[in-house]
Structure formats: C-alpha cells, structure tokens
C-alpha cells in the first residue's frame, strides 16, 4: 500500500502509467475482501487494478513449505500479468526488514556470501525487470508515511504466525536489537555482503572466459587451469554452469558441490542436479545426465528438456527425445566429434518410434539440426546476473 502511494506520488504528473496488480493467494477467508480494499484505493488514485488467484495452489496434507511455494506463485503471477498487459517492469515491496530477516535465516544455514548478499534492486525475470526500490526503508517508517497520509493498509496475521521460519526470526530480532543489531545494520550488512558477490562474479566472468566454452550443449572447462582457482571462484563457476545447463533455478547445496569441486580438480567424475562432470584428457564436461531427460518428449521444432530446438525434414510421426546408449550405437562416427558418449546419450535425437532417423550432434545428422535456445553468450552473461 505504501508503495503505491509513493509511486503515485512521484509518478503521476510526468506522464508515467502505474498499473496495480494484488495477488490473492486465497489461504486466509479475508484476502479476498483485502484484494478489493486494494482496488478501492487505487481506484481513487487513478489506477487501474487487476486481482491475481492463485489457483493451483497445494490442498492442505500436500502444503510442504507453504511460503516458499506461495512466493514463486506470486512471482509467476505477477511476471505472467506484466507480460499479457505489456508492462516492462514491476515494482516490490522488499523492505530493509526483508533484508535483515533474510541475513539471520541464511546465516542460520551456514550460507556463503551469495546467501547473505543482499536482494538485487533489479532483476530480469522471464523479460520483466523487477524492481525493489524500498530497500533501505523499514517498515516502521512506511507505516508511519501511511499514518501522516491518513491512509489504510492491512497487516497480514500470517505474519504473527510462529510457525514460519521468518516469523520466528522477526520475534528474534526484538532481542538482538540492545546489542546493536538492529534491521539498519544487518541490512547494511546484506549491502556489503552484496558488493563482495559483485566482486566474486565478477573474477568469475573472466576466468570462465579464460578456461571454459560451451559445446554441445556442455560446459567444457580447462582441468589444469581450474585447479589454479581459489576455492571461491571454483565454487561459483561450477554452480552456475550446473544451473545453466540443468535449467536449475536454485544452486545445489554447498556441501555436495565442494565434493564435485574435488573430482574436478582430481580428474573424477561426479552427478549432481540433473548434470554430470566427467574429465577426459584433462578437460572437464559438466553435461546433462541422461536420467533426468530419459522420458522428454517433444515435436520436431519445439523446446526438448527447455534448451534445444531441432529443425530438419519429415515431421509427421516424429518426435524428439534423448540420444541415449541405444541411439549412440547407431551413430558408428560418434568418436570423430571427440564428444565423451556420455555427453551426447543427454542430447536431442529424431525418432520414429524405435526407429533412430538422426541424431545432430553425434554425427549422424540426415538433414536434421540442434541447436541450443541460449547461446553461449548467455552462459557468461548468467555469471554475472543474480
């Protein structure tokens, strides 16, 4: 509420549109009633307004961590509803009180300093920049601007509710307040923590640029070189190339990446997240595994495991799946691409039933073409983006 107000406020004579957008996750009776408090006073403000249901939300037995799936909803909602009304960008509510409470939970997870860097002012989500401008504001003090402006705003009692992670974490911070732990601080905190991830991203960036390409769809990395890289810049350069090529929103927990780290750097090979990393000839491949996409299924010109898209001749009654063990014996010039066999098992084949018509990527190509959705370029870029 607070928000919308202030953008109205620095908006609203110099020719910008604010469209207002309220996700109704309908857990509560009331967010109904709170959704339409909303469009009453955007409306009075001259704005439009839409209510976005969440409508596949989990029935009660199935709920798992409740605040964790109704925040990706959120996100999809609002992304989805920008993208349909041609918005460019979206505008959050993240307080400094968002950043503190997110510091102590990270911190209580042994988190490195990605997981205790502040939130981005801006990000990109599927084309749409999202933007969180309330940062450095507590919600102290935006409660006190509404007050001043005599308006409304409706406190959600989840918020009380204990048995959420960040609830207890909110009561905690009561007590660490005397010792000079108060939202300001740990927020500054979060800042720096953010300005060393920039730093660590960046060192990251050049040395993926010095040692790593991508290549059928693989990260491909230099052995001899990684083993130069500190510990740090090790770890972010095979998370991101794990995500990149697993598709992975979140990074895999630290503790199995320090392992795959060390049989990187030992010349071993290791599955994690829907990828494996094997070293041949000191060269490592972090390629998909072939059980995650065993059972993808596309046609012919659509997106296979969300990367490829393969082009060619006949498409009635063909389809597109994994290459796999059986496919690679029917590719007798697989070798000659000097591809390990485990990488290309991962990657797009045109079939016909049973019946392997090409495999593009292992040499026996018969008029059809594979190519990755991102190019390589975003690859490096992604190691910079958060």
């Not at 109205?8 to 110099?14: L, R």
């Not at 911070?173 to 960046?202: F, S």
């Not at 990187?264 to 390629?287: A, D, E, K, N, P």
């Not at 010039?333 to 098992?345: I, M, T």
């Amino acid at each position: 509420m607070a928000l919308m107000h202030l953008l109205h406020e620095c908006f609203a004579d110099v020719g910008v549109e604010i469209c207002v957008a309220t996700v109704d996750h309908g857990l509560r009776p009331t967010s109904g009633d709170e959704a339409q408090m909303v469009a009453g006073a955007a409306a009075k403000l001259g704005m439009a307004h839409d209510i976005l249901q969440w409508c596949d939300r989990p029935t009660t037995g199935q709920a798992g961590n409740l605040q964790e799936q109704a925040r990706n909803a959120r996100y999809a909602l609002l992304t989805s509803w920008a993208q349909l009304n041609d918005i460019s960008t979206v505008a959050l509510g993240h307080t400094a009180d968002d950043q503190a409470e997110t510091l102590l939970m990270r911190l209580g997870r042994s988190s490195g300093v990605s997981g205790l860097s502040a939130m981005s002012r801006s990000r990109a989500m599927e084309g749409v920049t999202l933007l969180r401008p309330l940062l450095e504001v507590t919600r102290e003090e935006l409660r006190a601007y509404l007050r001043a402006r005599e308006c409304c705003w409706v406190e959600d009692p989840s918020n009380e509710d204990a048995r959420f992670e960040r609830v207890r974490v909110r009561q905690a911070m009561e007590a660490l307040e005397p010792l000079g732990l108060t939202v300001e601080r740990l927020a500054a905190v979060a800042r720096n923590m953010g300005a060393a991830r920039e730093a660590l991203d960046w060192y990251t960036f050049l040395a993926a640029r010095d040692m790593a390409e991508v290549r059928d769809g693989a990260i491909v990395i230099d052995q001899r070189q990684f083993r130069t890289l500190p510990d740090e810049i090790a770890h972010r350069l095979l998370v991101r190339s794990v995500q990149w090529v697993s598709g992975a929103v979140h990074p895999p927990r630290r503790d199995p990446m320090i392992k795959a780290r060390d049989a990187v750097r030992h010349g071993g090979s290791f599955t994690l997240g829907g990828c494996r990393m094997i070293t041949r000839r000191q060269r490592t491949w972090i390629c998909r595994e072939y059980k995650p996409v065993a059972e993808e299924v596309a046609l012919p010109g659509k997106i296979w495991d969300q990367r490829w898209r393969v082009f060619g001749g006949e498409v009635q009654d063909h389809e597109v799946r994994a290459l796999g063990p059986a496919g690679l014996l029917h590719c007798p010039d697989w070798r000659q691409a000097e591809v390990p066999g485990a990488v290309l098992q991962a990657t797009p084949a045109v079939w016909k039933q049973d019946e392997l018509i090409a495999a593009p990527l292992a040499g026996n190509g018969n008029g059809w073409t594979a190519e990755l959705v991102q190019n390589s370029e975003e690859f490096f870029t992604a190691l910079l983006s958060h």
